[in-house]
């Protein structure tokens, strides 16, 4: 495992979230519309949003059929819009605006759970996060970096768990980010480039998605 991730590190020496942000909350933001779509996607709505509404206050005084016309183009588009008025909402009443630097906290806002919390942990606050997202789950089970990797629904809490439990806390958002950006590029869902892997030499599955 970890002499995988050394070449993993050399191979993606400066790993970083693909969203495009300048706080914690448009992070925040992002990350709630970045569900089933791509990062990419949501950056091309961004500009106009943030633009929009620059604060929580005006999402919670928005009107959902703006805020859907905006953010249209990700699809889902009725509930995500909800998802952030009441975001807006909530961090007005119960955090005097600001985005909370806890898990804890994080979690009780609409449209967060553990991997956009982790996210905005990691990325927004320095804080040790390891969001997993299909790309993880998919890379940890093929190189066999969990007991679990059998399990056709796993669990991202308990994968979260087991490969923190491998790695020092202060590597947990690169390695997201490494095995986020490994499987975009070559570890891909369908047709992996097996052929031009790093990792083929040693990966259990290499080869076998040909």
């Known amino acids: ?42 950056n091309t709505v961004t500009p106009e949003l943030f633009a929009t509404y620059p604060t929580p206050e005006d999402y919670a005084d928005a009107n959902p059929e ?22 807006g909402t909530a961090l007005a009443d ?20 553990r991997k956009t919390a982790n ?15 299909t790309h993880v789950m998919r890379v940890t089970g ?3 970096w ?18 923190c439990a491998c790695f020092p806390p202060e590597e947990w958002t690169d390695l997201s980010h490494r095995l986020i950006l490994f499987g975009r590029s070559t570890c891909h869902a369908r047709g992996p480039q097996c052929g031009v892997c790093p990792l083929a030499a040693t990966c259990p599955s290499a080869g076998l998605f040909v």
């Not at 002499?3 to 925040?28: D, K, M, V």
């Not at 996210?119 to 997202?133: H, W, Y």
Request: proline content about 8%.
């Open 1 to 42: 495992m970890h002499e995988e991730y050394r070449i993993l590190c050399e191979e993606i020496p400066t790993p970083a979230c693909a969203l495009h942000f300048s706080s914690p909350f448009e992070l925040l933001v992002a990350t709630i519309l970045s569900a089933q779509t791509t990062d990419k996607r949501v």
């Open 146 to 163: 969990r007991t679990d990797w059998r399990s056709k629904k796993p669990d991202p809490v308990k994968i979260e768990k087991a490969i």
């Open 66 to 87: 703006d805020v859907e016309r905006i953010i249209r183009p990700l699809g889902f588009y009725r509930s995500k819009a909800k998802h952030l008025i009441g975001l």
């Open 94 to 113: 119960r955090f005097d605006s600001r985005v909370p630097d806890t898990m804890d906290q994080l979690v009780t806002l609409p449209g967060v759970g």
């Open 119 to 133: 996210v905005v942990l990691g990325n927004a606050f320095g804080i040790p996060g390891f969001p997993v997202d």
């Open 142 to 144: 093929r190189l066999r």
